[in-house]
Structure formats: C-alpha cells, structure tokens
C-alpha cells in the first residue's frame, strides 16, 4: 500500500473499548502526513535536481568526448606536421648536400680550368720570351751585320754597295722570318 498525506490524514481505525485517544492519534496522523508531505516534495525536488544534473552529465560527457576526440585529431595533425615537417627537413638537408656538392665539383672544374689556363700561359710566355730572345738575337746580327757593312761600303765603291746591300738585307729577313716561326 502506498502512503499519501492524504490517504495518512483520512485513515480511519477500528473502534476498541480500550483504545488510544482519537483526539492525540489525529494529532499524529496530521503530523505524520505534514512531514510525509514535506518529504514526498523535498523527494519531488530533488528527483528534478537529479534528471537537471544527468542531463548535465550527459552533455558534459559529450563535451568530454568532444575534446577527446579534438585533443585526439590535434594530436594526430600536430603528428603528422612534426613528421611532414621532419621529411621536409631531411629531403632540404639532401638537396643542400646535392647542390654543396655540385658546388664544389664546379669550384675544382673551374680550379682545373685555372691551373691548366696558367700552365697554358707559363708555356706561353715562354714560347714568347724565346720569340723575343730570337727577335733579339736577330736585331742585334742585324745590326752587326749593318755596321760591318757600313764599314765595307766605306771601302768598296758605290755600286757593289747598293747590291751587296740588297742581298744582305733579303738574307737577313729570311733569317728573321725562320726564327720567329
């Protein structure tokens, strides 16, 4: 049976020659039923306090499993990030070893280049001062051979001076013209 303050209030007993006081007894079921009522509320209250706050925890529960689940996927990015990141890293340093590496072939190409340029111009400078000891050489017989023959054309007579000038000079260009080349 279930009790209502109502139901406590209106109960009634059977009579009994020596019984309680109805008067005292009333008096307790009135109080009795004031107090049940006041619980059966307070029970009331609370039951809508309990249902407010479990559908609170419910939504808080799908707050948690939204954070979870966005902790989880920034997680998974930052992840994924710091690994895309870490390729990137690895694939610049490759390509900066490639090109550091291209780098110094060409500097000892262009090296190589350079010493062969200078043995090339040692070599040529050398050709050079050889031609110019030759062009020398040539100049200085040249002259000697001048003067011997200004001393001879001062003691032969003038015709044999023109023509023993012209062929010395025709020989001594030819002479020249060898030891250039």
Known sequence: M???PFGIKNQEF???????????VRAFLEKLADDFERMQLEQEKLK?????????LK???KIEKNLQSALLSATESSTKALDSAKKQTA???????????????K??????????SVINLREEKKLLIAKLKAVIESQSNLLEIIS?????KKEQPEEKKIKDN????????????????
Do not use: W
């Open 2 to 4: 279930k009790f209502t």
């Open 14 to 24: 059977n009579k009994a020659v020596r019984g309680y006081d109805k008067e005292e």
């Open 48 to 56: 809508n306090e309990l249902e407010k706050m479990e559908e609170q």
């Open 59 to 61: 939504e808080y529960k």
């Open 91 to 105: 694939l610049m340093l490759k390509e900066a070893e490639v090109k550091s590496a291209q780098i110094i072939e």
């Open 107 to 116: 500097a000892k190409e262009n090296a190589d280049s350079l010493r062969n």
């Open 148 to 152: 011997r023959g200004v001393e001879v």
């Open 166 to 181: 012209s062929e010395n000079s025709e020989i001594n260009v030819n002479d020249i013209l060898e030891r250039l080349l």
